[in-house]
């Protein structure tokens, strides 16, 4: 072990490049450890692993997302109110466990900023507001028109709200009836198209950062595996 040297851990690297990005990361990751452990006990003088960088999970693959005019099909060709409010809500890039979040006052009107928007509970209970067009806003409030309390989306018959195996399901049905490609018939695509959108196709203040706050991320570096998604 006091033989291996970084230059040895680089051609190994090297040698995974065949791997995906997630595979390469795990070996890396527990060889890392090794060496770090391996320095803590005294087994070791230096550890040869230390400027070993790990690669990006995702590597060069970029996420699949949904098209702008894919999203309006979509909004377009659901009929009930609960089904129009839903795709609002995941074409502003919310996770599918933030949807099953949110509750009635989580829906706010125009504030001191003279927008509408969402108060979103993200991993780890982190809160965001997050800002809606007046469409957006205006069919969310005529879902829940009547309720004062309790989650937002509920069952058709509203004994309970809609966890998300039963989204996932409803939004499956609901994308492949208008006709969207099959690879892209998760809520998350919808995530990915607002984040890809966000990046190229407006003038963002705060470019990048911005849309990291928007989405929720707690580290820009995730926000960065769009970029892969355009040449711009």
Not at 14 to 35: C, V, W
Not at 43 to 70: Q, Y
Not at 120 to 149: F, M, Q
Request: hydrophobic share 40%; proline share 4%; charged share 20%.
């Amino acid at each position: 072990m006091e033989d291996v040297t970084t230059a040895d851990l680089l051609a190994h690297r090297q040698s995974l490049q065949h791997l995906a990005g997630s595979t390469q990361k795990r070996y890396l990751a527990a060889i890392k450890s090794f060496f770090e452990w391996a320095l803590e006990s005294g087994i070791i003088p230096t550890n040869p692993a230390a400027s070993l960088r790990l690669p990006r999970a995702l590597g060069n693959k970029a996420p699949v997302f949904m098209t702008l005019d894919e999203t309006r099909l979509l909004l377009n060709t659901a009929k009930l109110p609960r089904d129009v409010a839903l795709f609002w809500c995941l074409s502003y890039g919310l996770r599918i466990a933030e949807v099953t979040a949110l509750e009635i006052g989580d829906v706010t009107a125009p504030n001191g900023t003279g927008m509408d928007s969402l108060m979103v509970r993200g991993k780890g209970n982190k809160a965001r507001t997050l800002p809606i067009c007046a469409e957006a806003h205006d069919a969310i409030s005529s879902y829940v028109s009547g309720r004062t309390d309790g989650a937002v989306f509920r069952v058709l018959d509203g004994s309970r709200p809609m966890g998300t195996a039963a989204i996932q399901k409803r939004f499956k049905k609901l994308a492949r009836e208008a006709g969207i490609p099959a690879e892209k018939r998760h809520p998350h695509c919808m995530r990915h198209g607002f984040a890809t959108r966000m990046l190229f196709d407006t003038k963002t203040i705060g470019g990048i950062y911005t849309v990291s706050k928007l989405l929720g991320h707690s580290r820009v570096a995730t926000t960065e595996m769009y970029l892969h998604c355009s040449q711009k």
